[in-house]
């Protein structure tokens, strides 16, 4: 069976771009033997852009007249003819083919990106209620529906083979819960020269204490809540109020290095950091794959320090907790939980790595907590349950190389958001409300759509323009 694609794009004051989309889309599609009709919705009133409400007006018109699935399309981007996308029915689920953006140097805006262009059959749309159409101006929408693809099991979501039928763990409470490590000799110069950390968490925010960290917000600050650490220059892994697990270090020069991965609250993660000092590279893995930014969910790795590493004479490791920051501080304290930490005084390959949730390496094991013995505990309750180790909700996506029509940025610029408020308030719908389960996406989206038909035109045989107002 051959199926109708509809091309929905939204539409306002890109004239040239429509006039250079059109054409190229067009014979792009036809050299795929696609069977498609696209449709420019033109939104003409004064109101702020509403690309969520425009994109779903397309859908629907598109459906209403025959087509089996969609794509929705931003008006910028062309499909190269080397490497190009795949434009063919999603069957089992909706398909980001806009991976691989001239803009961004072919490379993903970030590791959820789920713009440019993607794949929706007439089920799909039905499930997810199509997009918010409360996302005014710039940003956000195409996120949402991704949280939507999410919550309805169609994203690419897997599990880290993790086979035990039980795992102990301690539960941090935030306020005043703590493991202190006793120095021993076998941790003697252990940060100064080549070593590997790993652990096993399951981090919460405190938004009690410190607000998650959005762009928009004019009085943001970033804040660590310390899963290791060795006091002093604080050295070790943190999850952040910006969802990101981190690991942090110092060189002897005293330079501070940074390095991170995004990542959820409330999700089991399996965290190891590297350091070789043959070649003065620190690696940071999640679940056993080495962070990309590539990908756009981290920092670089493997990344270059100078000179040596810091030394930190005979000092205690500490879990959950930093004697460094004071208890005023709103982030002396790790809420969470923790199942897993081992030290070794050696670096690990990414073999090893890859595979310590299956088998755990003794040669230069310095620390297990599953050995308790001089442990001090305080305040930690020890639980015992199967845990499941996600990793990154993605979205299915097919490879496809677009060349981005050239255009003003409105989206970040020097950390802020280009068009300001409108963005931000996008922002705090989206973190703080449609992640947080606040809202019923069912009772926002294609199925609640208000719009005013104004008139059409057909621009060719196979596109045409729909003015609308909102």
């Not at 949280?147 to 994203?155: A, F, I, V």
């Not at 081992?342 to 990414?350: C, G, H, K, R, V």
């Not at 703080?432 to 609640?448: A, V």
């Not at 038909?453 to 609308?468: G, M, N, Q, R, S």
Request: glycine share 8%; hydrophobic share 30%; charged share 25%.
């Amino acid at each position: 069976m051959k199926h109708k694609l509809g091309v929905c794009v939204p539409y306002r004051n890109r004239e040239a771009h429509m006039h250079e989309f059109i054409p190229k889309i067009g014979k792009y599609l036809k050299n795929q033997n696609i069977d498609f009709q696209i449709y420019i919705i033109h939104q003409i009133d004064d109101k702020l852009f509403n690309r969520g409400a425009t994109k779903n007006i397309g859908a629907k018109i598109a459906f209403e007249e025959g087509c089996d699935y969609i794509v929705w399309h931003d008006i910028d981007m062309i499909p190269e003819e080397e490497g190009g996308a795949d434009y063919s029915y999603p069957t089992d689920a909706p398909r980001h083919i806009a991976t691989q953006i001239s803009q961004m140097n072919y490379q993903l805006k970030y590791h959820e990106y789920f713009g440019g262009a993607v794949l929706f059959t007439k089920e799909q749309i039905e499930a997810t209620n199509g997009y918010s159409n409360e996302y005014w101006d710039w940003g956000m929408e195409d996120d949402d529906l991704f949280w939507r693809c999410h919550k309805e099991g169609l994203t690419n979501e897997t599990k880290l083979e993790y086979t035990e039928d039980s795992t102990k763990y301690y539960k941090f409470n935030g306020e005043d819960s703590s493991i202190q490590i006793p120095f021993s000799r076998k941790f003697r110069g252990l940060t100064s020269k080549s070593h590997t950390i790993s652990v096993l968490c399951r981090p919460f925010q405190q938004p009690d204490k410190n607000k998650i960290f959005l762009i928009g917000d004019k009085e943001n600050k970033y804040v660590e809540y310390p899963i290791l650490r060795i006091p002093g220059y604080d050295y070790g892994i943190s999850f952040n109020n910006s969802r990101a697990l981190s690991l942090t270090f110092w060189d002897s020069f005293d330079n501070h290095n940074y390095m991170w991965v995004k990542r959820y609250d409330n999700q089991w993660s399996w965290v190891t950091a590297v350091f070789d000092d043959v070649d003065n590279l620190a690696h940071f893995y999640l679940n056993g794959t080495e962070v990309d930014s590539k990908g756009g969910y981290g920092s670089p790795s493997p990344y270059t320090w100078k000179g040596n590493l810091k030394k930190y004479g005979m000092k205690d490791i500490y879990l959950g907790t930093t004697p460094t920051a004071n208890i005023e501080s709103g982030f002396k304290f790790f809420k969470g939980d923790l199942a897993k930490v081992y030290i070794w005084n050696e670096a690990l390959t990414p073999n090893e790595v890859s595979n310590l949730h299956k088998t755990v390496p003794n040669d230069g094991l310095v620390f297990s907590l599953d050995n308790k013995e001089n442990l001090m505990v305080n305040n930690v309750e020890e639980v015992d349950e199967k845990i499941n180790i996600p990793n990154s909700i993605l979205p299915y996506r097919v490879e496809g190389r677009m060349r981005c029509l050239p255009h003003k940025d409105e989206g970040i610029v020097n950390g802020r958001f280009v068009k300001g408020e409108t963005t931000a308030a996008n922002e705090r719908r989206y973190v703080l409300k449609m992640q947080q389960g606040k809202i019923d996406y069912k009772e926002d989206g294609i199925k609640q759509l208000k719009y005013e038909y104004i008139k059409e035109e057909k621009l060719t045989p196979w596109a045409k323009i729909v003015d609308i107002k909102l």
